[in-house]
């Protein structure tokens, strides 16, 4: 594994040292060269705060019950005393970058940034980021002329950076947009079955409420309703079409109950499916 780094002091680098407003204690540059996994697990945390950011590949973040994999653009914050546990993988072809740091100004700091702590950030990956990392390890490890004032304002200009790069949606959007196009896919190529959209929303690890919210916001309409137009689209091309049941028909679109699927045809189209049938014949 590669790690380049850069500490104030190794003996205690993962002490508070809380008498200074804002102070950086270590910052490094890791990338997997042969080893096929690396694990990060400290049950109690760290005793400072912790931001890493992935310029290439992914980081799997587990937190309580919730997987997060942040790939390229991704920043993760962890506050003092947290439970860590993440890990990435040769195969993914990590880069990351790390910054331990400390100080009594720093939540307040974070907080009036807007930066989310615990969660992942996601963001557009910018050279300007890394180079910002960069320059934070020459600092730490060059015996320079107040290297630590300079760590220190180079850490602070990285930090307004990730805030507004985030605060102005970054790569959350276009992420989310992203997953929203695949679903939407899903939907084309699986309408027929049933699609769990609690369950949907879960294997994304969105909460049901967010994700119904943000796709009605994208698409116009929610999931279910969604599904429903898609479903009905597709039973009134078989009515038109085909000689089919209107028992497998309500099948084939995926409704098991003819009765429910001649109930939502009705509410949505004003007439029954067998008078629709009879209507484009005419």
């Not at 590669?2 to 008498?19: A, E, I, K, Q, V």
């Not at 974070?110 to 890394?130: D, N, V, Y």
């Not at 850490?155 to 990730?162: A, K, P």
């Amino acid at each position: 594994m590669l790690n380049y780094s850069g500490y104030y002091n190794r003996s205690d680098d993962d002490l508070p040292l809380n008498d200074s407003e804002l102070f950086v204690k270590s910052c490094g540059h890791y990338k997997l060269l042969h080893l096929q996994k690396f694990q990060t697990t400290r049950p109690t945390g760290r005793g400072d705060y912790q931001l890493l950011y992935v310029a290439e590949g992914r980081i799997h973040f587990q937190v309580e019950d919730i997987m997060y994999d942040v790939g390229k653009g991704g920043a993760f914050l962890y506050r003092p005393e947290v439970p860590q546990d993440y890990y990435y993988v040769l195969s993914e072809k990590p880069d990351i970058f790390w910054i331990h740091f400390t100080g009594r100004g720093v939540e307040a700091l974070i907080r009036s940034l807007g930066l989310l702590a615990g969660k992942p950030m996601l963001l557009q990956a910018k050279e300007e980021l890394t180079e910002l990392f960069e320059k934070i390890i020459i600092e730490l490890r060059m015996e320079r002329y107040q290297r630590m004032e300079m760590a220190e304002a180079y850490f602070r200009q990285l930090l307004i950076m990730i805030a507004r790069n985030y605060q102005t949606g970054g790569q959350e959007k276009h992420m989310y947009h992203s997953m929203f196009d695949d679903v939407i896919n899903q939907f084309h190529h699986e309408f027929q079955k049933d699609i769990n959209i609690a369950q949907l929303a879960d294997s994304h690890h969105i909460s049901c409420c967010w994700f119904i919210r943000e796709f009605k916001h994208y698409t116009g309409f929610s999931p279910k309703q969604y599904l429903t137009n898609l479903r009905l689209q597709n039973a009134k091309e078989l009515l038109r079409n085909h000689s089919l049941s209107i028992s497998d028909i309500s099948s084939l679109v995926g409704y098991e109950n003819q009765l429910y699927f001649s109930r939502i045809f009705h509410r949505y189209n004003g007439i029954s499916p067998s008078e629709y049938r009879e209507r484009e014949k005419a």
